[in-house]
């Protein structure tokens, strides 16, 4: 018996791939209409007290089953987390929150009710690929629309205006505060942003550093391992507040703009973002968000 | 069931076979080639990444390992020895050390040097190359002294018992004697312990990279957001076997070769 199953283990395995490929095919085109219905009308009284106001939003109406949602009730959101204020984790309630989170709560409360958000993480590198790749329904990752992204992704309108800026520590308030006068120093970028492309456009002076996530540009910073960090302004407007350590010293107006990200061929979820995003513009719950995560 | 035990096991070996068989054939009949292609190997995206893979990315990628493995040997070596050692607290300490290194995962090890023992103390690493070659040597040589510590172990005890009958010290014996056997005997896990140093230099990124100092994956996945496509992770990963697979072989090589010697 043992050296039969020996030989007949790997057989077995490429045989459950085999039925798992299977199956997820099936799953997606042919079960999504029914269950997802009964789900909803099942779930709406417990999710609408967590996202408050979803009475409000019942206007758009939307067919939750022509979404092509990669699992059943839930909006399934592609983050780099955490990169606060937009998405990090509660503290006490380890509930994905942030601007970002918050906003995708309230749109996905507004195409149907009881559609909840599940979120996976993942590197910032290329995540506007994922929802192509099918590990995710969308991106919701402060993420900027540009025109190489968008070859790859249909993005919705922008929802949020962010500029570049430049974070120094506090003694270098007087002294870093352009890109000129960074000539010859080091500036720390996050791989694959448009800060990135930014400094590599207009800091040609000085010696770019990337680095795969913000917590390490903050440790490389007050560890002088470089002089300035640029990066989206929310982020390193928030650094400052909370680190006297550190200091804004200047903005650089790019006309940016934060997008979501879906399948370039899923032009029904776009288009219900899109009507998500308007519409909570309309009703003040965008604003109400905002002055949430960015009080001045 | 009136078959022989060994029909039986033919007849389930055949079964087995068949299934394999035909499995590997669904699957390739079920892979779209030319999209699986286009998304993982696009020739145009290949050649794109040459020369600066290799001239600049495979450079800074050996430059990491040898750093590491030279600094990881030499101090492997030393904790062998101290490991071994008749003074109990050199034995502690390198029981430590070999514990507590081998114990936290060389990413974080990574980040509470590289990016700490600036912030704490206010020196700065000389450069990137040092920054990451030296956490990365001091974990390697957590796992090399328990490597050598074995090798010296293997040699037999008549060989030090006889050179110190013949009047040599304890550390001649050891240096010219007992060390020089052992490495024969270690030298196939060193050089997988090589490989290994080889793919950990991919993590040293985590401490931030100037375009003249990325390794190869780092580099890979730089080309994966240029390109949008990730035809470059595959090609680095090309690379990263091109180093590994002729050593591991050698290593095999040189194990059947030292088993036959002997012999």
């Known amino acids: 018996m043992r050296r039969i199953s020996r030989i007949a283990a790997p057989v077995l395995a490429l045989g459950l791939i085999l039925a798992a490929c299977g199956d997820d095919n099936s799953s997606s085109t042919d079960e999504t209409t029914a ?66 989170m918050d906003v995708v709560r309230e749109i996905a409360a507004g195409i149907g009710e009881g559609l909840e958000l599940a979120v ?22 402060a993420m900027t629309i540009t025109e190489e992204r968008q070859a790859n992704a ?11 800026s430049l974070l120094v520590r506090a003694e270098d308030e007087d002294t870093l505060n352009s890109l000129e006068a960074l000539a010859g120093k080091t500036i720390a970028v996050q791989t694959g942003t448009t800060g ?49 350590k550190t200091v804004l010293t200047a903005t650089f107006p790019t006309g940016e703009q934060y997008g979501f990200a879906v399948a370039q061929d899923n032009t029904a979820l776009g288009d219900a973002l899109n009507a998500g995003i308007s519409e909570l513009k309309a009703n003040g719950k965008y604003d109400e968000i905002y002055a949430k995560y960015f009080a001045k | 069931m009136s078959l022989s035990r060994r029909q039986r096991l033919r007849l389930v070996r055949g079964g087995v076979y068949t299934a394999t068989v035909a499995a590997l054939v669904l699957i390739l009949l079920a892979v779209d080639w030319g999209a699986l292609g286009g998304a993982l190997f696009k020739w ?19 430059i990491f390992t040898i750093f590491g493995f030279i600094g990881g ?23 430590t050390y070999i514990e507590v290194l081998r114990g936290i995962p060389l990413l974080v090890t990574l980040l509470i040097l590289g990016f700490g023992i600036p912030i704490a103390t206010g020196w700065q690493w000389p450069n990137p190359y040092v ?28 060989q030090m018992e006889a050179a110190r009958s013949l009047g040599m010290s304890y550390t001649r014996a050891m240096a010219t004697i007992i060390i020089p056997q052992a490495f024969r005997i270690i030298v196939p896990p060193l050089t997988n312990e090589f490989v290994l140093l080889i793919k950990d230099t991919s993590l040293i990124s985590v401490l931030g990279v100037t375009a003249k100092t990325l390794d190869l994956a780092r580099f890979g996945r730089n080309g994966v957001n240029d390109t949008a496509n990730a035809t470059p992770l595959v090609v680095a990963g090309l690379v990263y076997l091109a ?18 010697g002997r012999r």
């Open chain 2, 131 to 158: 920054q990451g070659s030296v956490p990365l040597a001091l974990v390697a040589s957590a796992y090399i002294a328990e490597t050598v510590r074995a090798g010296i172990e293997a040699v037999p005890r008549g």
């Open chain 1, 196 to 244: 990135e492309s930014y400094a590599e456009e207009n800091a040609t002076d000085a010696t770019l550093k990337s680095f795969d996530e913000p917590a390490a540009m903050f440790l490389a910073l007050e560890g002088k391992q470089v002089d300035a960090i640029l990066q989206d302004l929310p982020v390193n407007a928030e650094r400052a507040l909370k680190d006297d």
């Open chain 1, 120 to 141: 996976t993480v993942q590197p910032f590198d290329g995540i506007w690929l994922a929802p192509k790749a099918g590990t995710c329904d969308m991106v919701a990752s």
């Open chain 2, 73 to 95: 040997l030499s101090l492997g070596l030393l904790l062998a020895i101290m490991r071994l050692s008749s003074v109990k607290p050199y034995r502690w300490f390198a029981a």
């Open chain 2, 243 to 260: 180093l590994t697979v002729p050593l591991t072989q050698l290593a095999a090589w040189m194990e059947r070769r030292s088993k036959a």
């Open chain 1, 35 to 100: 269950p997802a219905e009964e789900t909803t009308t099942a779930e709406t009284t417990e999710t609408a007290d967590t996202t408050s106001g979803t009475e409000d939003n019942t206007a758009t109406e939307v067919d939750v089953a022509s979404l092509g949602l990669i699992a059943d009730g839930k909006l399934t959101v592609c983050t780099d987390a955490p990169y606060p204020p937009f998405e990090f984790q509660d503290e006490t309630t380890n509930e994905w929150t942030g601007f970002d």
């Open chain 2, 44 to 62: 145009e995206i290949v050649k794109d990444q040459f020369p600066d893979i290799l001239t600049n990315a495979l450079r800074n990628t050996v």
């Open chain 1, 154 to 164: 249909l993005f919705t309108d922008g929802y949020f205006d962010a500029d570049q």
